[in-house]
């Protein structure tokens, strides 16, 4: 295997004789090799099957409970390989854990939150017992509602929340008040609010009402209440906010406060 240091010798030396030749040299393309280690810690291939917390695994590691191809392992450091490996847990085999991946359709009045001392519901409660584990993008604040993504798979779910990869949202929203064109080319252009700067991509007039206007506002990085401070900054206070769409994803018939699982073609 050519390693990092070698190939760049190689490219120095290659292009050496392109500009004796009189030709343009060449950028350094080097890839490190992808690791050929599928394997996981035990605690988190426990975890992720449902048996408790790391913490609370790590527990029954040590207590001698867990056994891997036939012999207890009380190593918190041991690894296994879900697909070959065999494992058991107080002498019942542990599967493998599935990916899984949910659109729920958030009511006003729950909290995106695992745990808060300070909520009163949060959206778990609207989820069964066996998905209670799932990590969720796209937070919503206790008074909107719409579409919020939960899962086990982090990689799918930083795709979809990490600013880089730019994912729209879409939200119809209703404000106080008339936004005239101006201002709606306000909320594209951005305003700046305690130190960020706030703009939606795309703005539209979907209908008025008699003291306040429903507006579709796409966005595309998800700053932290950011509609809500936007169209605030612009004196047409949010009265009602839902999210209907995430990239390609939308919430469809799915009623309020009801989830499903999504199909393999969504994913």
Not at 75 to 86: E, P
Not at 141 to 146: T, Y
Request: glycine share 8%; with cysteine.
């Amino acid at each position: 295997m050519i390693g990092f240091w070698d190939c760049l010798k190689r490219n120095r030396k290659f292009n050496r004789e392109l500009r004796a030749t009189g030709c343009e040299p060449r950028a350094l393309n080097f890839r490190y090799p992808k690791s050929q280690d599928h394997t996981i810690r035990l605690n988190v291939f426990l975890a992720l099957a449902g048996l408790g917390s790391r913490r609370a695994v790590e527990k029954l590691i040590l207590q001698g409970k867990v056994v891997v191809n036939g012999a207890i392992v009380r190593n918190l450091a041991t690894r296994v390989d879900s697909q070959q490996d065999q494992v058991l847990c107080e002498d019942k085999p542990v599967r493998p854990h599935r990916f899984q991946y949910v659109m729920l359709n958030k009511p006003r009045g729950y909290t995106c939150t695992r745990r808060d001392p300070h909520a009163k519901k949060t959206i778990y409660e609207l989820l069964p017992q066996t998905m209670k584990r799932l990590a969720y993008a796209g937070r919503l604040d206790m008074d909107s509602e719409g579409l919020v993504l939960l899962s086990n798979d982090g990689n799918w779910l930083n795709r979809l929340a990490h600013p880089r990869h730019a994912v729209s949202k879409v939200y119809e929203v209703e404000v106080k008040g008339f936004p005239t064109q101006r201002t709606l080319g306000k909320m594209c252009e951005g305003i700046r609010s305690k130190g960020e700067w706030l703009k939606a991509d795309t703005v539209e007039i979907l209908e008025k009402h008699t003291t306040s206007t429903y507006l579709r506002l796409t966005l595309s990085e998800g700053k932290n209440r950011e509609i809500r401070r936007l169209l605030g900054g612009l004196h047409h206070p949010v009265l009602h906010l839902k999210r209907i769409a995430i990239g390609n994803l939308t919430l469809g018939s799915l009623k309020i406060g009801r989830w499903r699982e999504l199909l393999s073609e969504e994913i």
